[in-house]
């Protein structure tokens, strides 16, 4: 979990911005801190130049001041980790200390107590120093202790650092939220644009080429609107002027005397397709701009009235599925659709079924008929408007414009629609919709 949500952040520009300009900073900080600290000796790093004469003057005045019997236990007590002292035994024969030379000697004999001398001072390894003390009784003590001048950062170095992370982390933050807003609103726009009735213009703002995107859009938006309202009201304008003379030819068919029925009913099933394939492409145009609202609607009624029209009208269609089963969904929309789906089934098959099955709060509907089907090159093509299959299925006239009205409507409703082999033969259409 914490990991998905991780990814997902990093997916956005402005925690991508913020994360690199963070690290690349904080990287580069801290590498300018190391390399000065590095290049810093004992003398020019006022804290580690003075913490260990500091603590060798502590140590001596602590055992010059004690009874020689007792400077044992008291050296004993001032050892630990990074200290070692103890008591020597005579003078030490070491070289003297006018021929040794260490960085810490002048600072360390500033600090010691009067009447102690440094006998010896050496430094075996880097931040480590081993120094010989003469007490002012005459006995000796050696001292061993370990310094490191990284162990130390001062504040005129920590506090620059911080103020630019914090500085860097809140003007990236700002600047990516500045980027990812309006890129935010142009793919919100870009998404919702021709569905739910979404035709507000896109505000245009943010940077250059963000507002001439958004320019862009909305001149695509417009240009589109205006092409989609034009073709519908030719189509509108065709289907007005072409059904007045098919009611016209349906009534004067019926009045025509003539002995020869065959020729008028096949005329009359010639009117029927026609105004059929008008209804058709009407309906096609007009699903997304009269958009229905959606409401709880009890799903599992839709489909047994479905079923019982066909049944009472002749066809063998049979509902499977739950008694009650309600679901959130453009209700007339989707009985046309299922209502498309039956009609289909019934003109290439004689027994129907439709199933319903609940899951997880959404919906799976089942048209299944025992046609001859769609062969598998052919599923994908037949959901595109104006597109016939092959011949087998082409025994119903029309535009081809059933299954694609059908997928708008799925789509619409965030679903998905399956063309599937139905068993032993047939076609079975399967319209998946999530919960609301």
């Known amino acids: 979990m914490t990991t998905n949500a991780s990814a997902r952040w990093l997916d956005g520009i402005a925690s991508q911005i913020t994360t690199l300009l963070v690290a690349a900073i904080s990287l580069s900080t801290?590498?300018?801190?190391?390399?000065?600290?590095l290049a810093?000796?004992?003398?020019?790093?006022?804290?580690?130049?003075?913490?260990?004469?500091?603590r060798i003057a502590m140590i001596a005045r602590g055992l010059d001041g004690v009874a020689p019997n007792a400077r044992p236990a008291l050296a004993a007590a001032f050892s630990d980790e990074r200290t070692e002292v103890s008591m020597i035994a005579g003078q030490p024969t070491a070289q003297t200390l006018e021929q040794q030379a260490h960085p810490l000697k002048e600072r360390l004999i500033e600090r010691l107590p009067k009447g102690v001398r440094l006998l010896r001072i050496t430094a075996e390894r880097p931040h480590e120093v081993r120094v010989v003390l003469g007490l002012n009784d005459g006995q000796v003590a050696s001292i061993f202790t370990t310094f490191s001048t990284l162990a130390f950062l001062p504040l005129p170095l920590i506090l620059p650092f911080i103020i630019l992370v914090v500085s860097a982390s809140a003007l990236s933050v700002w600047a990516g939220r500045?980027?990812?807003?309006p890129l935010s609103r142009f793919a919100d726009a870009a998404d919702g644009f021709g569905r739910d009735g979404a035709d507000t213009a896109l505000k245009e703002g943010g940077p250059l080429e963000v507002r001439r995107a958004a320019s862009a859009f909305n001149r695509m938006r417009e240009r589109i609107g205006r092409l989609i309202e034009d073709r519908t009201n030719l189509l509108l304008a065709i289907s007005h002027d072409l059904r007045t003379p098919l009611t016209r030819m349906r009534l004067r068919l019926a009045e025509l005397q003539t002995e020869d029925t065959g020729s008028r009913e096949r005329l009359l099933e010639d009117i029927a397709s026609m105004d059929s394939s008008i209804t058709a492409a009407v309906t096609y145009l007009r699903e997304g701009i009269d958009e229905e609202p959606e409401e709880v609607a009890e799903l599992?009624?839709?489909?047994?009235t479905i079923c019982d029209q066909f049944t009472d009208a002749g066809f063998s269609v049979e509902y499977v599925g739950p008694p009650r089963l309600t679901f959130r969904c453009r209700p007339h929309a989707l009985e046309r659709a299922v209502t498309n789906l039956v009609d289909n089934a019934t003109k290439y098959g004689t027994a129907v079924r439709v199933t319903l099955q609940g899951s997880d709060g959404g919906a799976r509907i089942d048209v299944d008929d025992d046609g001859p089907?769609?062969?598998a090159t052919e599923k994908t093509r037949v959901l595109e408007p104006?597109?016939?299959?092959d011949p087998?299925?082409?025994?119903?006239?029309?535009?081809?414009?059933?299954?694609?009205?059908?997928a708008g409507i799925v789509r619409r409703h965030g679903g998905a629609l399956e063309l599937l082999d139905n068993e032993p033969k047939g076609l079975r259409v399967r319209m998946v919709l999530p919960a609301a």
């Open 373 to 375: 089907g769609i062969p």
């Open 178 to 181: 500045r980027l990812v807003g």
């Open 30 to 37: 801290l590498a300018t801190i190391v390399v000065v600290l």
């Open 392 to 406: 087998a299925r082409q025994v119903v006239r029309g535009f081809g414009l059933g299954l694609a009205i059908v």
């Open 300 to 304: 599992s009624s839709i489909l047994n």
């Open 40 to 54: 810093l000796t004992e003398q020019d790093h006022p804290v580690a130049a003075s913490e260990g004469p500091v």
């Open 386 to 389: 104006f597109y016939r299959a």
